[in-house]
């Protein structure tokens, strides 16, 4: 059974850059999906933020492109992000799930259980 | 605020049949691509629970439906259970905005 457990700073300041990781078992990364981060706050609800394959390929949100790098360590079955210049609305329970091809869209499962992180100067 | 629209709530007695409205636009539900619902208990993540319109993964009760027509789809339950209290998000991918969109949830209360 695939497990996924994100680890982050919990708070931070205003243009700090947010590193959040996520430990992947039960499944090999190296052995193919999609890897991607969600966030969920109040004011915007569930947002995708990005996915990365296993060969580095990645997927971004437009909205976020610019301030998001994801990542992959296939040594420690791991992916990570990174969001830059962050402010209070980047606030949100941050989550690792695994994006699923499917034929007219895709789809996200399973998820991890969420990493609080509030911007607060 | 979001890009597909779901009621804020919806409410049902124990037993009973209720449905779930997503609706979006030509750039999403509508231009074809398909619709997925998921269930989030207070303090969890989300969990998927329909993938393609209408598929139900392991260990989703048949009790669960999925259906999308046109610009919109609906996530209905049957035979209402006091441990189907939870928010539900429907979520589709949006070839304008280039990514995945949710809805911004449902709150199912369970009289």
């Known amino acids: 059974q695939v497990h996924l457990q994100e680890s982050g700073p919990g708070l931070m300041k205003p243009s700090e850059t947010l590193s959040l990781t996520c430990s992947v078992s039960g499944y090999s990364i190296r052995s193919g999906y999609y890897w991607g981060w969600m966030r969920q706050s109040p004011g915007k609800g569930l947002q995708w933020i990005g996915s990365i394959y296993r060969s580095g390929g990645t997927l971004y949100n437009p909205s976020l492109e610019s301030r998001v790098t994801i990542s992959v360590d296939m040594s420690k079955n791991q992916i990570s992000l990174s969001l830059r210049s962050v402010t209070a609305a980047d606030t949100a329970v941050y989550y690792c799930?695994?994006?699923?091809?499917w034929g007219a869209g895709d789809y996200f499962d399973p998820w991890g259980q969420g990493s609080l992180v509030t911007v607060s100067s | 605020q979001s890009v597909l629209t779901q009621p804020p709530s919806v409410s049902g007695a124990p037993g009973q049949r209720v449905t779930i409205s997503c609706t979006g636009n030509t750039s999403n539900i509508g231009a074809g691509f398909d619709v997925h619902w998921y269930v989030q208990l207070p303090g969890t993540a989300p969990k998927l629970l329909i993938y393609?319109?209408?598929n139900r993964p392991s260990g989703v009760p048949d009790r669960f439906s999925g259906s999308k027509s046109a610009t919109s789809a609906s996530l209905a339950i049957t035979g209402l259970q006091a441990e189907d209290e939870a928010y539900y998000y429907c979520?589709?991918?949006?070839?304008?905005?280039?990514?995945?969109?949710f809805g911004g949830g449902t709150k199912l209360t369970v009289l």
């Open positions: 979520q589709s991918y949006d070839s304008s905005l280039v990514g995945s969109v």
């Open positions: 393609g319109n209408n």
């Open positions: 799930t695994r994006h699923r091809s």
